[in-house]
């Protein structure tokens, strides 16, 4: 009473973790395996049966079997994860990204259970989860969305006058979707029907939720997020943006912090907006807002996710702030100990996603057995991988192996250190995307900073003509190559008339053998 806590009460408000389970997989839950660890916290991991040999089970303090390989009857499986979670004697679950992590009634069941989510309450979840009311909730905070429906709408009529009245091109999109998911671009009214018959069908598969709501689309946008944390204690702050235009089929390829594009202002502008949302939903732990920027740099708010993201890692480097302990911390009752005013971006950090996918033929997945691994380092080079040499990569899960994170005082000087650290980076036994970073980081609009979304399409396009270019200079080298030996021996055999076949060449290697033979 009057303000004089008792020790329960204060336990109860911050409680270090002596145990968490990671209910995740490969590189992710190697980071976080990491941040445990420097933490002193045990680690337990979950895998299925097709990771029993995996880096993250390699690592953790404690592993726990949850099933078969398909997703769905082991990282998916919420009450399989639980009952490892219980089992283990676990305080707290980290749900890394993808799988359970934005899962509402994931984090309800663990609440439920007196297992701490490691991330914002379940209603948030949900709340940001409906994509409309995540727009109304950003509308009341006073940011600006992009022109569309604050609803989904039901009938086709209705979203026809809808799209008249914002004005073609729109973007249909699932209300229960993000990530591009269920989105379609939709030209002109006639394009309309097909459209949603598309859209809804896809949504309905991906989220058993076919609810359509529209948005004015923005032309050649650039896609920027904005990181953000935010305490029990009320304390809620931004750590700046990440460039995240480079992307294909809606995955990102290459992030980078600071945006080449965005300003000072702007900076300030974003950080202020994505804070007053954050404040307005009462947001805890870690979460992104992500914001399209038009060509004259207005900024739209797009869409919230509640989670940690694969691209953290350079947020980390350019503020020096470990995100993943801050959200755990943040789930121990903890206050953040720093303030807006003590973070800055120092400096420049990219992060190249490794993925086992083979560029040179549309991006397909290169599953398979590593057979030889030699992973960049040196001075500004993290490479968080969740893989081993001799490891199997599974065909079941997300294909990405790796993040390639490099810091330099510059973006120039970060743009060369990658280029260094993807020379170094040799992996046997599957195709990677490395081949395909060095190509982006040599071309003359991502060195300059001038991408927008368009910009793999494009590179693609362009190293598509190269390479039919450079294919038919060759098919013609070696079509005058064999035609020349092919003159050249008619003309001998017409010389000698003996028959003998041997040119400069053969001669050459008959002394050369000769010598070897005569050498040893
Ligand atoms: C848009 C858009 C244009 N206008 N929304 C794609 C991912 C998802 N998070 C949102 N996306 C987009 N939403 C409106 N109203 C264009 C995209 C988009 C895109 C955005 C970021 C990076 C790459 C992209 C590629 C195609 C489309």
């Not at 992500?290 to 797009?302: A, I, K, S, T």
Request: proline share 5%.
């Amino acid at each position: 009473m009057r303000g004089e806590r008792t020790r329960g009460e204060v336990r109860a408000e911050s409680r270090a973790f002596r145990k968490i389970l990671i209910a995740n997989r490969g590189e992710i839950a190697v980071r976080v395996i990491r941040a445990c660890r420097e933490m002193e916290i045990q680690a337990v991991a979950v895998y299925s049966e097709a990771d029993r040999g995996a880096l993250h089970v390699r690592l953790a303090d404690e592993a726990r079997a949850i099933g078969p390989a398909p997703s769905r009857e082991s990282y998916l499986h919420v009450e399989r994860v639980l009952e490892a979670a219980v089992a283990s004697g676990a305080e707290a679950v980290h749900p890394g990204y993808g799988f359970l992590s934005e899962n509402a009634a994931f984090a309800r069941a663990c609440e439920d259970r007196g297992l701490v989510f490691i991330g914002p309450r379940s209603e948030t979840i949900t709340l940001m989860g409906e994509k409309t009311a995540a727009r109304r909730e950003a509308v009341e905070a006073g940011l600006p969305v992009v022109p569309g429906t604050l609803e989904p709408l039901g009938d086709e009529a209705a979203l026809a006058r809808e799209a008249a009245r914002i004005g073609y091109p729109v973007m249909v999109k699932a209300a229960a979707g993000g990530g591009g998911k269920g989105m379609r671009l939709v030209g002109s009214a006639a394009e309309l029907p097909s459209a949603l018959a598309r859209a809804r069908s896809e949504a309905r598969g991906a989220f058993g939720d076919d609810r359509i709501y529209l948005e004015k689309a923005i032309v050649r946008p650039r896609h920027i997020e904005i990181q953000v944390l935010a305490d029990r204690h009320g304390n809620a702050i931004h750590l700046f943006e990440r460039e995240c235009s480079i992307q294909r089929r809606h995955q990102k390829v290459i992030e980078e912090s600071p945006s080449p594009l965005v300003t000072p202002e702007l900076r300030e502008r974003m950080g202020t907006l994505a804070v007053a949302l954050v404040k307005r939903v009462g947001y805890l732990g870690a979460g992104t807002l992500e914001f399209l920027v038009d060509g004259d740099r207005n900024p739209y708010f797009l869409e919230m996710n509640t989670r940690l993201q694969v691209e953290h890692p350079v947020t980390e480097e350019v503020t020096g702030v470990d995100l993943v302990k801050a959200q755990i911390r943040i789930a121990q009752g903890e206050a953040l100990s720093f303030g807006q005013r003590d973070l800055e971006q120092r400096g420049h950090a990219i992060e190249c996603r490794v993925y086992a996918e083979d560029p040179e033929a549309g991006f397909m997945p290169s599953p398979g057995r590593i057979l030889a691994l030699r992973t960049p380092n040196g001075p500004g080079v993290r490479d968080d991988s969740g893989v081993y040499e001799g490891w199997e990569v599974p065909v079941h899960y997300d294909p990405l192996i790796s993040k390639l994170v490099v810091w330099g005082p510059t973006r120039q000087d970060a743009i060369a250190r990658m280029r260094r650290a993807v020379t170094e980076y040799k992996v046997l036994g599957i195709q990677t995307t490395l081949p395909f970073f060095q190509r982006v980081l040599r071309h003359p609009s991502f060195v300059a900073g001038d991408i927008d979304t368009s910009f793999v399409d494009a590179a693609f396009a362009e190293a598509d003509r190269d390479r039919a270019r450079g294919e038919a200079v060759r098919v013609a080298v070696a079509a005058a190559a064999i035609r020349a030996f092919r003159e050249r021996r008619a003309a001998r055999l017409e010389r000698s008339g003996d028959g003998a076949d041997r040119s400069a060449w053969w001669d050459a290697g008959l002394r050369e053998a000769q010598g070897w033979r005569g050498g040893v």
